[in-house]
């Protein structure tokens, strides 16, 4: 792992101390009613005790999910209120040398995106925790313009939105694959999975936000109201704000789902039904598929892997022996929703849907799952690798965007070529294709300008002895994109250089820059992400 020099106790204490003396002469020289909405106003409080510099704080905030980087803070605030949020963003920016905050969600980020060195990182979980003690983390409503909606802080976890809303008969519409993620941390990269073909990522089903800016204001926006702000934020990598509150989308939850996955042994054939599937994607079509995916079954991996066990033993060695026949085989994984008054069409739909597909014929598998059990599918995996003690390990993970118009060339030389000839894949390689018109080119998410585009996951594990030879594949698969003119875009990215976040968001640069100044003009907040920084 990466190391830094240690930071002085002492400096930290006169860090802390200085933060004290900065509220309290913010809120001696203007009434707080004028720094936020005055459904926010109230004393500004002393934070100080909410500051932690312990081992135990330190550590938890230094590392993430990818185990690879290290970053130590100098504290760590335990946010009870937002006040407590906008007193120490306000305390940074009215100091002399400000100093920079990260957010921590759950903590999931893989490249130190959520750290902050020798600065003040915000965990999120506190704040989750105190909201729910008092009973204030989920409301839903229904406006005649937009339908039912629900009103949820940026600290809460997606699984919790589930399950809240489905217990009223509702449910978004868009999720990540993994749910215990914050609303604040997928909204602020985008949010996507299975259901973006049709539905769009996450941030394309959002309605209002309130978002704490860089300069500690309170802003409540929307698409009529503050728009550059609203457009900013999301799939803004946290550069321009904190989410408080997020208004997303719901509609009447389904009960139960049909998983079907297929076989492939031919790339092209695979692509051209994924594409074919995603062409039917109205929100309101019934005879449209609810999600898919695709991932890839490679000789040197597993049949089953974490995100979930799907093929059943028996047809273990078939599946195997066309492994290891073609190196690839590749997996259409496709799902259907319904309830007690359309699961008497579910089947045939189904059946529509899939026929004429170029998929080996005989290799057909299907389950019935409950809906809340299909989108929470990989807690399972989770746990069962946690309980082995091989879930906190480093995840060298590398999530790209690719135009379909290169995803052949992208197949033959990197899955046939450079992960066949390095022989070091651990854990899944996801690859399905996504609608641009699903997506908001007015916020700050940074895709290819295809109609089309493939998102493809390398969600690799490794060892913490070994994780650098994954990172050495990853810029292997990168310098191929950029030899062979792949006009790729990162997903959950991560540059080293100005001039990569540049090219990174393109025509968008200018905006997001003026965004910043606008929003974040000294720099405090996400410099994780590294974009604004040298490295």
């Not at 629900?150 to 976890?157: N, P, S, T, W």
């Not at 995996?381 to 992208?410: A, Y």
């Not at 003119?485 to 990569?500: A, F, N, S």
Request: proline fraction near 5%; charged fraction near 20%; aromatic fraction near 12%.
């Amino acid at each position: 792992m990466a190391e830094n020099l240690p930071f002085p106790t002492y400096f930290i204490m006169i860090l802390i101390n200085a933060i004290t003396r900065l509220i309290f002469i913010a809120g001696k020289s203007q009434p707080w009613s004028t720094l936020v909405p005055s459904k926010l106003a109230a004393p500004v409080d002393d934070i100080s005790d909410k500051l932690h510099t312990d081992p135990e704080a330190i550590k938890l905030a230094s590392s993430d999910y990818g185990n690879m980087v290290n970053e130590s803070p100098a504290a760590v605030l335990y946010p009870s209120s937002i006040y407590d949020i906008i007193s120490l963003i306000k305390s940074s920016y009215n100091s002399y040398v400000p100093f920079g905050i990260a957010t921590r969600g759950n903590g999931h980020s893989t490249r130190g995106q959520a750290m902050v060195r020798n600065g003040i990182v915000v965990d999120m979980s506190s704040f989750r925790k105190h909201r729910a003690g008092k009973g204030i983390t989920f409301s839903v409503s229904k406006d005649p313009s937009i339908g039912y909606y629900a009103d949820v802080g940026g600290e809460q976890l997606w699984i919790d939105v589930l399950l809240s809303s489905v217990e009223r008969g509702l449910a978004p519409v868009s999720f990540t694959d993994y749910l215990y993620l914050t609303v604040g941390g997928t909204l602020s990269n985008a949010g996507i999975s299975g259901q973006s073909f049709r539905y769009g990522p996450q941030i394309s089903n959002v309605h209002e936000m309130d978002v704490v800016t860089g300069k500690g204001d309170f802003v409540t926006c929307s698409p009529e109201k503050n728009q550059e702000l609203f457009h900013a934020v999301l799939g803004g990598l946290g550069q321009f704000g904190i989410i408080a509150r997020a208004r997303i989308s719901l509609e009447p939850a389904p009960k139960m789902v049909k998983w079907i996955r297929l076989l492939y042994n031919d790339f092209s054939a695979f692509t051209k039904d994924q594409e074919r599937l995603i062409s039917i994607n109205g929100r309101k079509q019934k005879n449209a598929l609810d999600y898919l995916e695709g991932m890839l079954l490679m000789h040197q991996g597993s049949i089953n892997n974490w995100r979930s066990s799907f093929f059943p033993l028996s047809d273990h060695p078939k599946i195997i022996s066309l492994m290891t026949k073609h190196s690839i085989i590749y997996c259409l994984e496709v799902a259907k929703y319904y309830d007690d008054n359309s699961e008497n069409d579910v089947d045939k739909e189904l059946q529509d849907l899939l026929q004429g597909l170029s998929c080996i014929p005989g290799l057909y598998y299907e389950k019935k799952v409950s809906y809340v059990d299909f989108l929470n599918r990989v807690r399972s995996g989770e746990l069962k690798l946690q309980s082995q003690g091989l879930w906190d390990v480093p995840h060298p993970w590398l999530n790209l965007f690719i135009p379909k118009s290169r995803i052949l060339d992208f197949d033959s030389g990197v899955f046939k070529d450079i992960m066949l000839k390095g022989n070091i894949t651990t854990g899944p390689v996801l690859v399905y294709p996504l609608n641009r018109s699903k997506w908001d080119d007015r916020m700050s998410a940074s895709i290819p300008d295809e109609e089309v585009f493939y998102t493809v996951g390398f969600l690799h594990s490794s060892g913490f002895d070994n994780w650098e030879a994954f990172v050495a594949q990853n810029k292997k698969i990168l310098q191929f994109c950029d030899n062979t003119g792949i006009k790729v875009k990162q997903y959950l990215p991560h540059y080293r250089t100005q001039e990569d976040w540049k090219n990174h968001f393109g025509s968008k640069w200018r905006s997001f820059q003026e965004s910043k100044q606008k929003f974040d003009p000294r720099m405090i907040l996400s410099p994780g992400q590294r974009i604004f920084i040298g490295n």
